[in-house]
């Protein structure tokens, strides 16, 4: 399928950050896409997703249907109120660090917003475990060096985020999430488990 036939869905996930520490939780091993990986949480806009201005001024920095969308998901997934939690004090700063859209190969496409979230409190998260078998707190490097030892499965993008906050966790901007630079720097070859590798190859 050609990339101009494929769909494009926006959407959201968020890597949640409290003082040297970040958040992951690992996928139900019963969902369709990605089971048992390691992940941040986040999802697609859904339609009811409003674009009217929102007031905070860290959220209305962004656009307010991403924002939304990111306030319904971590509220369905971790049973957390983030645009509470900007009101309250709680949040400190949100800033986009790059879009991941998925390769035209694929019939459904997913533009996804990866948002960096800093808490001045760590928040009280509850995984639902419905979508989640664990969660965790830890460093970058220390989440990498799992990865490293074979103890997590990530997806192209997860990847590149989390080995560019276990290389700088103060990072606010990861280019290598543009489909378009990758495209243009790498082998399309992606690497789930350390030592893993699938390399796609074009075929008629």
């Not at 050609?2 to 409290?18: E, G, K, P, Q, Y």
């Not at 990605?34 to 209305?60: N, Q, R, Y």
Request: net charge negative; aromatic share 8%; proline share 9%.
């Amino acid at each position: 399928m050609s990339a101009a036939t494929s769909r494009i869905v926006d959407a959201v996930t968020a890597a949640l950050f409290h003082g040297d520490e970040m958040y992951m939780v690992q996928r139900h091993p019963g969902m369709s896409v990605f089971p048992g990986f390691h992940a941040f949480p986040g999802g697609k806009v859904d339609p009811e997703d409003s674009d009217l201005p929102l007031e905070h001024p860290i959220l209305a920095a962004h656009p307010p249907r991403l924002m939304r969308a990111l306030h319904r998901e971590l509220q369905e997934e971790l049973a957390f109120d983030l645009i509470g939690a900007c009101e309250s004090g709680q949040v400190q700063r949100i800033c986009e660090v790059g879009v991941a859209l998925t390769p035209p190969v694929q019939p459904l496409r997913f533009n996804t917003h990866f948002y960096k979230i800093v808490f001045a409190d760590k928040p009280e998260l509850v995984a639902d475990p419905g979508e989640s078998i664990s969660s965790l707190w830890g460093t970058p490097s220390a989440l990498w060096q799992r990865y490293e030892e074979g103890q997590m499965l990530l997806a192209p993008p997860t990847y590149l985020a989390l080995r560019a906050f276990s290389l700088d966790p103060g990072c606010e901007h990861i280019r290598e999430l543009s489909h378009e630079f990758r495209e243009k720097t790498e082998l399309p070859m992606v690497e789930p488990q350390r030592g893993v590798r699938t390399i796609f190859v074009r075929s008629n």
